[in-house]
């Protein structure tokens, strides 16, 4: 059938863009007919692409390349690649997927034959919309309400993207929350948005008590974010703002306030009040919580812990 790449930041537009084509997959065997792999080995890589659907008809397979920019193939292996691309079978559609670390600051480098093969393709980026564009995040969101059959108020959307940034997975997660709390007809408003949806200076306020060794109050604020938030929520949102932190914290000394908004995507303004709400911050610290935060996660993911919140309280308080 036919070959995508896909690339860049917002992974919540590459999964919109996989489901999309998992629509045209009979239902009754799509686990049979839709694979992921992770970045496998060459002979692998070639043997995938060549697969054959069986009589469940068509068939997706996503592999997810990231590590491949890290490494060269040679010549004879991309003449491989381009040749199982071309022999692709009519019933067979493959997704190469490399999602970017949010914030990061990198690109894939667009010099490689790989990323020129790939890029020949049904190639799209899909790119984290900066905060400072207002006008396309609110464009966004006002999109996503409608397509939820959602009304909301042009003062509530400017609210929510104040409140939870650009990260449009959390976005489409608290316009759920809203249509939910509107049901059936109501609209929604920005009291609504400020009652149900949690705000990053919470966290950033609860963050700040962290840092100063306050947990008694860190451990107050973490209880208010329940309120509106499961845990793991809350951790997801915690864990890439803490990348962001300490990105700035890390080229602060070396890059200025422009060049650090250029790299994250923010607003210099923002840049600028971070790394002054992080002077007193140590980025030993800083490392240490997130990786805290990273092994609570993988417990709970994993199933080896049984009370979330407890297991990210005490990530939050050791």
């Known amino acids: ?19 999309k084509l998992k629509q045209g997959l009979d239902k009754n065997f ?23 659907p069986m009589m469940f008809g068509k068939m997706l397979i996503v592999i997810n390349c990231l590590d491949y920019f890290s490494k060269t193939f040679d010549d004879k ?6 040749s199982a691309i071309e022999g692709n079978n009519e019933n067979l559609d493959i997704v190469f997927v490399a999602a970017l670390p949010r914030d990061g600051g990198k690109k894939l480098d667009s010099r490689k034959k790989f990323f020129k093969l790939l890029a020949k393709q049904n190639a799209k980026e899909c ?44 976005l489409d997660g608290e316009l759920e929350k809203l249509k939910l709390m509107c049901y059936p007809d109501k609209v929604a408003t920005k009291e609504m948005v400020k009652e149900i949806c949690i705000s990053n ?37 915690l864990q890439t703002m803490l990348h962001r932190w300490i990105l700035l914290k890390a080229r602060s000394s070396e890059m200025g306030a ?45 199933g080896q812990s049984f009370d979330v919140e407890e297991e990210v309280e005490n990530a939050f308080l050791q």
Do not use: C
Request: glycine share 2%.
């Open 77 to 82: 292996q991309i003449k491989e690649i381009e």
């Open 201 to 237: 200076e919470d966290l950033f306020a609860f963050s700040d008590f962290l840092m100063q060794g306050e947990k008694d109050k860190a451990l107050y604020e973490y209880r208010k974010l329940l309120e509106k938030k499961y845990p793991l929520e809350i951790l997801a949102t």
């Open 1 to 19: 059938m036919a070959v995508y790449f896909l690339y860049g930041e917002e992974d919540f537009n590459i999964e919109a863009e996989i489901a």
């Open 127 to 170: 790119a984290a919309i900066p905060t400072y564009k207002t006008a396309e995040l609110e464009d966004w969101v006002r999109k996503q309400a409608k397509s939820k059959s959602l009304k909301i108020n042009p003062d509530a959307i400017t609210a929510l993207i104040t409140q939870v940034g650009n990260n449009l997975r959390q």
């Open 30 to 52: 799509l686990e049979m007919s839709f694979k992921t792999y992770d970045n496998p080995k060459f002979p692998d890589l070639i043997s995938i692409m060549r697969s054959q």
């Open 258 to 302: 422009f060049e650090l908004a250029r790299m994250t995507g923010q607003h210099e303004y923002v840049v600028k009040l971070t790394l002054q709400k992080l002077k007193k911050a140590n980025l030993k610290e800083l490392v240490a919580l997130k990786k805290r935060l990273t092994d609570a996660e993988f417990r709970i993911k994993s």
